[in-house]
């Protein structure tokens, strides 16, 4: 099947710097990318979503300037958690749909992301 | 609005046992896709079916069933013969075409030996 790579799968940092977390589509060309973030026993909630050489779109209650998402090519899209804050603090996933099947999704392994 | 419910927040059982997990979805689409994940102590999830709204046959793959009934909007999941491997996360999820995933809140399971 169709492999999303997401890295790192874990990362701490300190409060105040900024955090970039890749998501590749290994063997697809992907349009359309989804992030989502899931807090502690709980279920993923979308903060935004990005297609192929267009701004994100993002979802109610996320900070665009905070959450900043970058899908330059097909293959890649990428999330920078700028000024990282302890709260920001959580599991963020993304997912990728093929091009050519848009009902399909892959999901990346995840990425835990600790702020200290 | 699309929503996604599974009732049960937790389920505990015995090995051996059967566990059904329940999944009820909301959506005005007439074309839509449902799906199953599990989500192990890792984190990544790992997917387990997928079934579009036009298919209603029920699937089986080794001790996993589904049983799939839009006159109830519902798509249950049931495990045979549990197995301590099968603990995780599991979570239901709706897609219409070339939208996101609406996810359920999940069900935490427990399978102890």
């Known amino acids: 099947g169709a492999v999303v790579s997401q890295h790192p799968s874990w990362v701490i940092c300190k409060s105040g710097t900024s955090v970039k977390i890749e998501c590749r589509s290994l063997d697809f060309q992907a349009t359309t990318m989804f992030w989502y973030r899931q807090f502690p026993k709980q279920s993923l909630m979308l903060m935004a979503t990005?297609?192929?050489?267009?701004?994100?779109?993002?979802e109610q209650g996320v900070e665009k300037d905070k959450f900043l998402i970058n899908h330059a090519s097909l293959t890649l899209s990428t999330l920078t958690v700028t000024s990282a804050h302890p709260e920001d603090s959580s599991f963020y996933i993304c997912?990728?749909?093929?091009?050519?099947?848009?009902?399909?999704?892959?999901f990346g392994q995840g990425t835990r992301l600790t702020v200290v | 609005a699309q929503k996604v419910t599974q009732a049960q927040t937790e389920i505990s059982v015995v090995e051996k046992e059967d566990v059904t997990l329940d999944c009820v979805y909301e959506?005005?689409?007439?074309?839509?896709?449902l799906f199953w994940y599990k989500q192990p102590p890792s984190g990544e999830l790992v997917f387990l079916i997928r079934r579009n709204s036009f298919d209603e046959q029920n699937e089986i793959s080794g001790r996993y069933s589904w049983n799939f009934q839009k006159s109830t909007s519902s798509f249950n999941f049931t495990i045979t013969a549990s197995q301590v491997v099968d603990s995780a996360v599991y979570f239901c999820a709706l897609r219409t075409y070339g939208q996101n995933f609406v996810f359920g809140p999940g069900t935490r399971l427990s399978v102890l030996p």
């Open positions: 990005s297609n192929e050489g267009s701004k994100a779109t993002y």
């Open positions: 997912s990728a749909s093929p091009a050519t099947g848009r009902t399909e999704a892959f």
């Open positions: 959506t005005r689409d007439t074309t839509y896709y």
